[in-house]
């Protein structure tokens, strides 16, 4: 279980009408217990499990870990005979042949964030990660004149996420900036390497005008390349994806421009609540999206009153 923290919040058990004695316990495989969009993300989660009653068993690394990693702690909650299970796949074809089984087992899987290609779930649950990449990119489309070159930091392409946000940003801003470049970064979903992608391409490349990023680790990674380099807030422009809270307090201080925030908290509380609902036997829905908040310098203050930040 190389690289993965389990972490266990046991809560009162109610009776279910559908559950006399036992008690539904929910797994849940979170892709970081770190990062500051996923923070948010686990917080719902672990609320929502708190308010129905149900025992939660979290388990996720500090950072993303790979699908072996994944498989490993996903076939031990199999085993635990956990009720359902809510997982944020780190690898979406690779996930795929575990979730049939589970599902196939009677366990119902509730995709959190990102999909299952390949198997059927019960339920996805997260934002609409085309649409909104498409609006990331036509806004940051905007900031630039035609002919500018830019970066765009990704995600990791194994994961739908990855590819949605990627072909949504690039469609967009292609559409139009049809003359533009768009120097590629391409990361795990690590800030790290999103900061020493950018810096070597900033070093080979003087007229970057703008870095736009598939989630606001890559912004904040992209942030830190720039301060290393030398340049001052605004010199240029930074577009993040998530609405973390270290990128809206980097957009008060002038680096951040827009950021396509998703609503995280509600991504993990509406999959806890739709793995209990199925455990109970109620209708849940196939697909439920999460929505998402457009943030710029008008509208970040709107964007921390309805997060409570």
Not at 97 to 111: K, S
Not at 124 to 150: E, H, M, P, S
Not at 250 to 261: L, R, S
Request: glycine share 10%; with cysteine.
């Amino acid at each position: 279980m190389k690289n993965y923290i389990k972490l266990c919040v046991t809560i009162v058990v109610l009776a279910f009408s559908t559950m006399t004695i036992a008690q539904i316990s929910i797994g849940y495989v979170t892709k970081s217990a770190t990062n500051a969009g996923w923070m948010m993300i686990n917080q719902g989660a672990a609320d929502a499990a708190n308010e129905e009653g149900v025992n939660l068993i979290t388990v996720g690394p500090s950072f993303q870990g790979d699908l072996s990693s994944q498989l490993e702690v996903f076939e031990n909650l199999v085993n635990q005979q956990v009720s359902a299970i809510a997982i944020a796949p780190v690898d979406s074809a690779g996930i795929a042949p575990a979730v049939e089984d589970a599902m196939n087992a009677g366990i119902p899987i509730i995709a959190v964030d990102t999909g299952v290609t390949g198997a059927e779930v019960t339920s996805f649950v997260a934002t609409d990660n085309l649409a909104v990449a498409k609006v990331q990119g036509a806004v940051a489309a905007t900031l630039v004149a035609n002919g500018d070159t830019i970066i765009y930091v990704t995600g990791n392409q194994a994961q739908t996420t990855g590819q949605e946000r990627r072909d949504g940003f690039l469609s967009a801003f292609a559409s139009a900036r049809p003359d533009s470049k768009v120097l590629i970064v391409p990361t795990q979903w690590n800030s790290d390497e999103a900061q020493s992608g950018v810096e070597a391409v900033l070093n080979a490349n003087s007229d970057v005008k703008m870095i736009a990023n598939a989630w606001d680790g890559g912004t904040m990674g992209a942030m830190a390349a720039l301060l290393n380099l030398g340049y001052k807030a605004g010199q240029i422009k930074l577009v993040g994806f998530d609405g973390a809270g270290d990128a809206i307090e980097a957009m008060e201080a002038g680096w951040v421009h827009v950021d396509t925030a998703q609503m995280l908290y509600q991504m993990g509380y509406q999959g806890v609540k739709a793995a209990v609902a199925a455990v109970q036997g109620k209708a849940v829905k196939s697909r439920i999206d999460t929505g998402f908040f457009l943030v710029t310098p008008e509208t970040v203050q709107a964007y921390k009153d309805m997060i409570g930040m």
